[in-house]
């Protein structure tokens, strides 16, 4: 198991296998004849990690708090650089908080286990269709710190229901297991796409974008995003998004956010 701990009250675990169980998708994607196709399943676990107490009793137990799961578009043998794989996924990994350099270890250990694998595996003649198919599970801690409250760490924990949605990203995830509608506004989609997020890494610096999330009702944490629409009004990023789906109206205002039948 991989591991790596770099911004304060964060931890990121990984480790890989083979799957032969996800031969039964592989119509899902548009693979090649006469290489060796190697297609990741990332399967992320988002826990949260408790800080022991003395008497060891069960509510010390790490949670897993929630879990996504994304089907990464194939990545040929000869292309199966690590950038190649980080170009599809750095944005999600954004959003998990990791660091350049927890990304840059991700990918490369995903990269060095499927051409180690696609090594054994014999060239193909021509017709051949080969894919190794390789999961990384990723496990995504937030860590309660030292005079931390396990409510507040669980308020400011990572998790795919406070993440931007999935179908955000498509065409990249071609496999999403939640949010997994797409059929929304195209002009929706986009301006989703275009509008900035602010990472709040200190609480202070939270709160002089907004007081407080007037959709959830919730001071900003450090770790949460934020966005500001074009009125001026900050929300969480998550929570603007889940209002927008269902109003193109900024929800403290009424100023349109953006026009739904502007034509991308």
Known sequence: MAHGAGRVGMEYHH???????????????????????????????????????TSGGDDDDDEII?????????????EDEPYALLYHIWYRLDDYWMTGDEMDRLTRD??????????????????????????????VCTVQQ??????????????????????LWSPTFSMKTKNTTSSKPLRLIYFLKQLKRARVVNVDEGLALMSFCSIC??????????STLPCGHAFHAHCIVGSLEHDNLCPTCSSPAYDPNYRV
């Not at 929630?66 to 000869?78: C, T, Y």
Request: hydrophobic share 45%; charged share 30%; glycine share 4%.
């Open 217 to 226: 009702s919730k001071k900003p944490m450090i770790g949460a995003q934020i």
């Open 146 to 167: 030292d005079g931390e409250t396990i409510e507040a760490a669980r308020d400011r924990a990572i998790k795919a229901q406070n993440m931007l949605p999935l179908y």
């Open 15 to 53: 480790r890989m296998w083979m799957d032969n169980e996800l031969l039964s998708r592989i119509d899902e994607y548009t693979l090649l004849p006469g290489v060796k196709n190697i297609i990741f399943e990332m399967r992320i676990n988002f826990i949260l990690k408790k800080k022991k107490t």
């Open 66 to 78: 929630d879990s996504e799961k994304l089907m990464i578009v194939r990545l040929k043998e000869e």
């Open 110 to 139: 995903a990269v060095d286990f499927g051409r180690q694998m696609a090594s054994a595996v014999a060239n193909p003649q021509p017709s051949d269709l080969i894919v190794i198919p390789i999961v990384v599970e990723l496990d």
